[in-house]
């Protein structure tokens, strides 16, 4: 009797443990309280029009205008500009992109980069709403030409304001 109470106790000890051990592997408390956990934003998004825009015979200048300061620029690595995006995001999977930029001399001479975003789908890959309606911004050409032509109008001539008065001459002839 008293070796089952034993085991009986072993294994009501060791089930406790275990849930105790999954409480810790969650990031809420018996499912209630949460603790709050901040976005971690990381370096530079680059984005596929950006990336567009870099060929080989740019310098140094014009790639951090376009692209911004590198996150990394080794000095044991002069010739190579690494710009690296992470973000890491509660309940979401974590987000990280790489362009490498090789330098010959002081301009351009290849880029790496994996498959890069559009503005708009970088956007949207951040935004929490993932139901908000972005309006449309631009008219299509067809839209351009069936808009009534702008009305012109004319405007009178302006009167001149305040006092008219008559200086005599300043020589006397």
Known sequence: MQRRLILLGTLAAGTLLAGCESLQRTDSFMGLITPYRIDIVQGNAVTREQAALLRPGLTRLQVRDILGTPLIADPFHAERWDY????????????RRSVVVLFEGDVVKSVEAAELPSEHEFVASISRYKDLKVPKLELSEDERKALPPPVRREAPPAEPMGPVREYPPLEKS
Do not use: D, K, L, V
């Not at 690296?84 to 987000?95: D, E, G, K, W």
């Open 84 to 95: 690296i995006f992470t973000m890491r995001r509660p309940n979401t999977a974590a987000q």
